[in-house]
């Protein structure tokens, strides 16, 4: 068969797929008879309250030099690590913010950091297509840096998401730029399963997220530039549970609803999805009305939930934050309108694990903490 066949080919077959897909779109269309919004609103559901000091910035961390691209907190609240494109990984004390490590990384152009689940160990890993593991309880080095405690290779693109499994210090899950998701053993350095790459149901762009479920730690979902999620199953590494469209762009941030049945994402064409893994459906977009002419849509760079799930945090390129109610789909809150607001792009958030402060990064490379303020009840 000739190469001008195989295209052929390969066009007709790209074309019913296509066709498929549109034809399982309209299927589910004519079985999705309301959304999130509509019946909460059907039950007399109505936005939640919030004022401009309700939640307010009570600290900015200042240290970085560069732009600042991800954040994770500790899972006792009590201290953040970040890192920036100043190749520096920063751990911070949250409650006086003070640095209480700042370790020089080989490589500056860091994308991902996070903490380990017994908070004694953070990973990092960006444009050297490595994760490299800190031991924050190690001894330091004559130029005051902590050693590299291991260093996880076998990606062939950009790291550009990790996270420890939950309830397990020696296990965590990569993304990559070489359109595989990974799942490490920390102690070995040994690859357990990859997820993806030349699989069918793998992602077919780079994976700029991922976020595991809380509830069941077998479970977690990818966020990708091919503008699809997928939940995978770290037991069969073989194919995705399941393929979630929708958005008209990258999806840049994915994350569990706290109930480990929902997640939401975020987007390049400026939305948020909150998408339901027990059916596959979509139960709701959450998007400002902006000009059809306009081309310059911000678009959605990370979210997050609080512990409750009623709001919905998402992070815009031009440094909005949204605060969304997530039942009835309408913002109560833009914390980029607020005083000392960032002033540039926000490129990371995260939500303590007591759901008490929200923590947003941003290219203008400081990090800032939100409380909620006064005798306002965290939800």
């Known amino acids: 068969m000739s190469v001008a066949e195989l295209k052929k080919r390969?066009?007709?077959?790209?074309?019913?797929?296509?066709?498929?897909?549109?034809?399982?779109?309209?299927?589910?269309?004519?079985?999705?008879?309301?959304?999130?919004?509509?019946?909460?609103?059907s039950q007399g559901t109505t936005p939640i309250s919030f004022g401009s000091t309700d939640l307010v910035c009570c600290r900015t961390l200042l240290g970085h030099t560069g732009k600042v691209y991800s954040l994770d907190w500790t899972p006792e609240r009590n201290r953040i690590v970040s890192v920036a494109l100043d190749g520096r990984l920063i751990v911070w004390n949250a409650l006086t913010s003070q640095k209480t490590h700042?370790?020089?990384?080989?490589?500056?152009?860091?994308?991902?950091?996070?903490?380990?689940p017994n908070g004694q160990s953070v990973a990092c890993g960006g444009l050297d297509s490595a994760c490299s593991i800190f031991n924050l309880t190690s001894q330091v080095d004559k130029d005051g840096n902590i050693p590299i405690a291991r260093v996880l290779t076998g990606h062939k693109g950009y790291v550009f998401s990790c996270q420890y499994v939950p309830d397990q210090e020696t296990r965590l899950i990569t993304g990559s730029g070489d359109h595989?998701?990974?799942?490490?053993?920390?102690?070995?350095?040994?690859?357990?399963?990859?997820?993806?790459g030349e699989l069918p149901s793998g992602h077919t762009a780079d994976v700029l997220s991922v976020s595991i479920n809380s509830s069941n730690?077998?479970?977690?979902?990818?966020?990708?530039?091919?503008?699809?999620?997928?939940?995978?199953?770290?037991?069969?590494?073989?194919r995705a549970v399941q393929t979630f469209h929708g958005h008209?762009?990258?999806?840049?941030?994915?994350?569990f609803f706290p109930d480990g049945q929902r997640f939401g994402t975020g987007s390049d064409d400026g939305t948020c999805?909150?998408?339901?893994?027990?059916?596959?459906?979509?139960?709701?977009?959450?998007?400002?009305?902006?000009?059809?002419?306009?081309?310059?849509?911000?678009?959605?760079?990370?979210?997050?939930f609080s512990i409750s799930g009623r709001l919905f945090f998402a992070g815009y390129s031009n440094g909005d934050c949204y605060v969304w109610d997530t039942l009835v789909?309408?913002?109560?809150?833009?914390?980029?309108?607020?005083?000392?607001?960032?002033?540039?792009?926000?490129?990371?958030?995260?939500?303590?694990?007591?759901?008490?402060?929200?923590?947003?990064?941003?290219?203008?490379?400081?990090?800032?903490i939100w409380a909620f303020g006064g005798h306002r009840k965290v939800i």
Not at 102 to 116: E, V
């Open 10 to 41: 390969h066009v007709a077959a790209m074309e019913t797929v296509d066709a498929l897909r549109e034809r399982v779109k309209q299927k589910r269309q004519l079985l999705l008879d309301t959304d999130v919004k509509s019946y909460a609103k």
């Open 102 to 116: 700042a370790i020089k990384l080989n490589c500056p152009w860091m994308r991902a950091c996070a903490f380990a």
């Open 180 to 196: 595989t998701c990974v799942l490490w053993d920390v102690t070995t350095g040994q690859r357990i399963s990859v997820f993806g």
């Open 217 to 238: 730690s077998n479970m977690f979902v990818s966020g990708s530039c091919d503008a699809t999620a997928r939940l995978w199953d770290t037991r069969k590494a073989s």
């Open 248 to 255: 008209g762009g990258d999806v840049n941030s994915v994350k």
């Open 273 to 304: 999805r909150l998408f339901d893994m027990r059916t596959g459906h979509q139960l709701q977009v959450y998007t400002r009305q902006h000009d059809a002419n306009d081309n310059d849509v911000p678009i959605v760079t990370s979210i997050a």
């Open 329 to 368: 789909a309408e913002v109560v809150l833009n914390l980029g309108t607020l005083q000392n607001s960032h002033e540039g792009r926000i490129s990371c958030l995260g939500l303590a694990a007591d759901g008490s402060a929200l923590c947003t990064g941003s290219w203008d490379k400081n990090l800032k």
